[in-house]
Each structure stands twice: as C-alpha cells, then as structure tokens.
C-alpha cells in the first residue's frame, strides 16, 4: 500500500481511528497503536489545547471506554495521554481531565496490580502538573469513598496539596470540608492515620489560627490522639528567631542536634518535592511563598531555584515577580540569602535590567553599600552588578538616581562620588540642564559639609569633571548655594578659582540664561560674601541727584562704596545722554564712562559697561570713535577672561558693522592672548555660528578668522562637531592660513 493511499491516524476526519477506538472487538494492538498516535500528536510542540480538542471530536467518550478496558496496557496508555495533556496545558487541562479523575481513583482499587499502580501514578502526575482547586475538590470528594485503596490515595494527594499548593488555592475550598476529610483521616488506623498526622501538620502550618480548635474537634473522638496532635505540633513549630542564628553559619555540630528534627525533613521534603516549571504561575507563586520563610535555608534554596529559572530565559510575569522578590530580601538578615539574591541580580542587570529602574535609587544604594561589605564573595558580585548597571543604562539617567542617595557612612560617601565622577566623565547632556546642575553642586556641597578631607577632594574632583563638561552652568550652580558652601569650592577648586570669583561677582542677568537674581558684589578678600554695610560717604551719596553725582563722579567712585545697582543706575543715565556724538552732553557722558571704567573694581560693571560702549562704535564721528575703542580697550584688559567672553558674545547680538567687526577683533585678540580660553570654547562657537551667514563680507571673514584661532586652543574633535562640513572646511582652511602666516 503507498503512502497516498493509507489512513491516517492523525486526521480527526478518519473513519479508521474512531472505529478502533469505539470498537472493542478491534484488535486491541491497533486500539494500543491508536492511543499512542494521540499521544504523538500531543507531544508536537505547534499543539495546543483548542487544537487537541478539535481534532479528535468525543476524544473524552472514547478515553473513557479505553479506561474500562481489561487489559492493562490500554489502561495504561489511555492514562498517558491525561498525564501528557497535564504536563503540556497545565490549569488550562483541569476541566477536561476533571472528567476521569473519579474514575481513576476506581482504578485505583483494581485488583489487578498493573492497573490500579497506572491509576494511582497518573492521579499522582497530575496533581503534580496541575494545581486547581477544581481537582482537589475531586480528590476530597473521593475520599469518603469506602475502599481503602482509594483513600490512601486521596490522603497522600490531599497531603501533597496541603504542602504544595499555594494558600490562595486552599483558601477557595470549603473550610469545613477540609476539615472534615483531614479529621476523618486523623481518626482511621493504620497507614491512613499516619498519613492524616502529616495531613495535620501541614494544615496547621497553612493555619496555625484553626489548629486548636481542630485538636478540641478530637477530644470526643480521643484524648490520647489530640495530645499526640499537640505534641506534634510543638515538634513542627519551631520559633526560627531563637533557635536559628540570622547572620552566621549553622556549624555540623548544631545541623546535628537540629536535623533531628521534623520540622528539618518536611523542608526538604517540601524544597526537593518542589517540580518547578517556568510556564506555571502556580509553581511561581509557592516558590515566591517559600523566599518569605522564616527559615534562612529555604529562602536561600529558593532563590537557588529562582536563579535556575532566570538562567533558563523566564516569562514575563515570572521576571516581574521575581525581581520584585529579589530585590526585598537583597537586604536579607542572612548572609547567604543576600549572596542568593545578588547571584541572582548579576543575571537580572545583565539580561534584563531594565527590570530594576522602578527599584532605583533605593536598590543603587543597597547595592552600593553591598560593595564595600568585608565579606569578599558579596563585595565581588555587588560590583559586578554596578559594573552591568553601569555599562547598560545612559549615565546621564543614572547621574539623577546616584544624586539621590544619601548615606552617613564614609565609606559610602566616597565610592558615590567615585561613580559621580566616572558618570560625569562619560554623560552626554546632563551638565546642561540647570536644574542637573543645581542639583549636583547641592549634593557635593552637602556631601563635603559633612564629609572627611578625602571626601572633599573627591568631590572637588567631580565638580572639575563638571566643569570640564559645561563651566558656566557648574558656577551658576555654584552660585545657587550659601554664600559659605561657595567660599568652600573656591578654596579647593583651584582651577577654576578666578573665575568662580567672577561669579560671585556676579554678571548682569542678560549674560547668562535663566541666571539667578544678582549678587551683591563683593571684595575679593571677602569670602563670605556677606554685603557690605553703607558708609557715611554712601549715607551722603544716597541724598545726591543724579545731576550732583555726575557732576563729581569720580570723587564718589573713589570715596564710596557705591553698589552694582547705583552704578547700574548712572550707565544708563550716562547712556540717554549719548543721543549726538556732535554735542558737548556726549563728550561729558563719555568721560563719565570712562571714569566708571577707570574706578570701578567689579566685572559685572564693565560688563554692562560693554552693552552699552558697543552700541556706539557704528559712529561716524571718529574723534569720538577712538574714544569709544580707547574705553572698550581699557574696560576689556581690566576684565578677567571668563567676564570678558561673556560681555563680548552678548554685546554682538547688539551692534552693527563696523561695530560687530571691532567687537570679533577683540575677541581674537582674547583668543590669543588669554590661557585659560578652552574653558570657553563650546560658548564661542556656538554663538559665532549664528554669524556664518551675516551679509557683510568682513564680519564673516572675522568670525572664521576668531574660530580658526580657537581651534587650536580646544577640544577639536568636540569643538568641530558645533558645526556643519562645510563650516568645519573653511575653518580649517583659515587655519593653515594662519599658519603660514605665523610661520
């Protein structure tokens, strides 16, 4: 017969297969051929339950005339194909395996050997693969049934159930009922009462809170047994937190005296028992039960069993769980269920990290803390996870979660602002954001307050490694804190010292984005920045006219010590004043301009000295042309660089060619001239850019000329990136030009 031409088992549509089966005078080998067909098909990995049911119509008829049969071999085969549906569908199974398990438990009392063992080991197995309150249901339903047999075998499965079974499970069932059947078991003789008294056991363990009224339900019954029920139950109860050490090793000696115990067997039993498959939410859920035990030794066994789950690509709902459980007992009061948990964190921050960010930044902290442990084992596997966390998640997020851990301990306090630093070091956008920067510079300001001298050098350091990102917007952070925290990072930041002080000087609010409210100037001895008191020249100068002031004011710059605001007040009366170069009112305002440039001894002046001298250099007149470029010249070589730059990019939003030219060839001359220039690279460029496209010839010549000159002087990779290709050529071009001419 060819292949076209023979019946297929496997096609539901098939006369063959329902004829042998329904048939029991057909040989019983092709019956025992056809169950084994079934069972193929279950085991192909595309099959699923919906699928099974459809393709064999009445399948449960025709199990169940297979289940009468006589012959062992058929019994046992139609049995296997229960125990292959429950192993594969688990819970979804328990309707339709529902349906035999009465007759099972007939089976279960057969007088033939073969059958009656196929029976008990398949109700056996599926108990094992399904956890329903359904089939337990089933089983405390057979158990009042009379032969003996069958009641053995309920009382074992209602045994395993009570040990196995997650609560929420046993919680469905009726109480009463359950206490009935462990009661009637409890009371018989033999094997069936020893089995009861493990039955018990186990219950009072589910509920201690109803097991002396069970013990007062058997007085009636026997005195003698419930004081042997009692007794039993002061045998299991064990209090773990006298008689177990939390944070030492259990030494031979004692594993001697408290392996004689029960309580010791039923964990074993318990853990070892424990089939875990990872497709099955009820496993989860006792396993998730048994990480809360009051025994350090079935917790640590069980996060053994969660790594093992983990390693093997877990489902989503059981990652979520266990993560979640993981990350509790990570500070565990025993040292082995912690070094369990971070074995098992190790996998999580490799594989799926990016489970943990709801537990930042508590679990960073804990982790951290873990790091610095004496014992070497958890120190090691604590700084693999940060180095996994480290490597997977962008620093910048990270920044923001390590800035929120706080610590007392010294330790702790250095290796955050070791991460700090290497955080800073490699992040991207984090050091220009304002409320990042405030929110840095608070917490190495607090963390030095409190901390040792290395602790104020480490985070010195990363206020460095912050600068190197972003100066301006470190030192504006800076200025946000106590006058006394900032006289504290002046002393150490050496680098950035001069121009720390000419923040705390302060710049006009238009210079910097968003800046704070100005700062009263201050002397450049006074780091505390506190303002000074009126003198009596000032108390006097307070009751003058602006008319009077100006009129000597180079008496009142020298003899008073006049504020940022006052000063501020003049420049813009000076400023009205200049409306003709032609008059004699410009001439004399001039000279008042250049007074306050000469005498004044604050940055934050001549930078609004600067806004307001580099409007007039679009002036036809030239006499007063130099005096406007003899004044700027002055007020720019007073400046310290950082103060100048500022001054200059901002007053080139305000001028016009020739003006705008004047202004770029003072910047050159800075971009020479000055050392300390790379800290200002990236705010140069950015806002020359802006003029690429200006339509006088000149100032693009000298905005290329003033980049080509700072190319030399910064980062050229990160500097270059400001621009597009074709900017970055015609920078570089300029540059060899500017070369050659040097050479």
Request: overall charge negative; some cysteine.
């Amino acid at each position: 017969m060819n292949s076209e031409s023979k019946p297929s088992l496997f096609n539901p549509n098939t006369s063959n297969l329902i004829d042998t089966l329904n048939d029991q005078k057909t040989e019983w080998t092709l019956r025992l051929k056809a169950l084994q067909q079934i069972q193929d098909f279950l085991l192909k990995e595309d099959t699923t339950l919906q699928s099974f049911l459809e393709a064999y119509k009445n399948i449960s008829t025709h199990i169940t005339i297979q289940l009468k049969d006589l012959r062992s071999a058929i019994v046992k085969e139609s049995i296997k194909i229960l125990t292959i549906g429950s192993n594969k569908f688990r819970t979804t199974f328990d309707n339709f395996v529902c349906k035999f398990l009465d007759l099972l438990f007939q089976l279960s009392a057969s007088t033939t050997n073969a059958i009656s063992k196929s029976a008990s080991d398949g109700v056996k197995t599926i108990l094992e693969n399904i956890y329903s309150a359904k089939i337990l249901t089933k089983i405390l339903e057979n158990s009042k049934q009379k032969p003996v047999q069958i009641k053995i075998l309920a009382c074992e499965c209602l045994y395993y159930s009570l040990t196995s079974f997650p609560k929420s499970i046993l919680d469905t069932i009726d109480n009463d009922q359950l206490v009935s059947v462990v009661r009637a078991f409890v009371c018989e003789s033999g094997k069936l009462r020893e089995i009861g008294k493990d039955c018990f056991l186990a219950f009072s363990d589910k509920y201690p809170e109803k097991t002396e009224k069970f013990v007062q339900s058997i007085i009636p019954v026997s005195k003698k047994l419930a004081e042997e029920l009692r007794g039993l139950i002061k045998t299991f109860n064990i209090d773990p937190v006298s008689e177990f050490p939390t944070n030492v090793e259990i030494s031979a000696e004692e594993w001697a005296i408290f392996d004689k115990l029960d309580v010791f067997s039923a964990v074993r039993l318990a853990v070892t028992q424990t089939n875990f498959q990872t497709n099955n939410e009820i496993q989860l859920e006792i396993l998730i039960e048994k990480a809360d035990n009051q025994n350090w030794n079935v917790r640590e066994k069980a996060f053994g069993k969660m790594l093992e789950v983990l390693q093997s690509h877990a489902q989503n709902y059981e990652l979520e769980a266990i993560v979640k459980k993981v990350v509790e007992h990570v500070k565990d009061s025993h040292i082995k269920v912690i070094n369990a948990c971070m074995e098992c964190l190790i996998i999580i921050a490799k594989d799926y990290s990016i489970m943990l960010t709801a537990y930042f930044p508590e679990l960073l902290q804990v982790i951290l803390e873990i790091s610095l442990n004496k014992k070497e084992e958890l120190s090691e596997n604590a700084n693999v996870i940060l180095e996994k966390l480290l490597e997977t998640y962008p620093p910048d997020d990270l920044l923001i979660h390590f800035l929120s851990i706080s610590s007392n301990k010294t330790g702790v306090k250095f290796a955050l602002i070791e991460i700090i630093q290497y955080l800073l070091e490699i992040s991207e956008s984090f050091c220009f954001s304002k409320h990042n920067m405030n929110l840095l510079c608070k917490k190495l300001s607090a963390m030095c307050i409190e901390g040792s001298k290395s602790t104020i050098v480490s985070a010195i350091k990363a206020l460095e490694k912050a600068c190197d990102k972003n100066v301006f917007g470190t030192l504006q952070g800076i200025l946000e804190l106590p006058y006394e925290e900032q006289s504290l990072f002046k002393k150490y930041c050496q680098d950035y010292s001069n121009l720390l002080d000419e923040m705390l000087r302060g710049y006009s609010k238009s210079m910097i984005p968003n800046s704070i409210d100005v700062i009263e100037e201050v002397e450049e001895e006074d780091l505390t920045g506190s303002i000074l008191e009126p003198s009596e020249q000032f108390e006097d100068f307070m009751l003058k006219t602006p008319e009077e002031i100006l009129s000597n004011l180079q008496y009142y710059l020298t003899k008073c010590e006049l504020r940022f605001e006052n000063i501020q007040e003049l420049i813009l009366i000076l400023a009205k004043q200049l409306n003709s170069e032609h008059n004699e009112d410009s001439k004399k305002a001039l000279r008042n301009l250049s007074a306050i440039a000469k005498y004044s001894k604050s940055d934050k002046v001549r930078v609004e000295l600067l806004s307001v001298l580099s409007k007039l250099l679009s002036w036809d007149s030239s006499s007063l042309q130099r005096d406007v470029d003899i004044i700027l010249k002055n007020v720019i070589e007073k400046m310290n660089t950082g103060s100048a730059v500022i001054g200059i990019l901002e007053s080139l939003k305000k001028c016009e060619p020739p003006g705008l030219q004047t202004m770029l060839e003072y910047l050159m001359e800075i971009i020479k001239d000055r050392g300390n220039i790379s800290f200002f690279g990236k705010e140069i460029g950015v806002r020359l850019k802006e003029f690429f496209g200006h339509p006088h010839p000149e100032v693009r010549k000298n905005v290329v000329l003033a980049l080509a000159e700072l190319l030399g002087k910064v980062d050229e990779d990160g500097f270059l990136a400001i621009f597009n290709q074709s900017q970055q050529k015609i920078i570089e071009i300029y540059r060899q030009k500017l070369a050659a001419v040097e050479n």
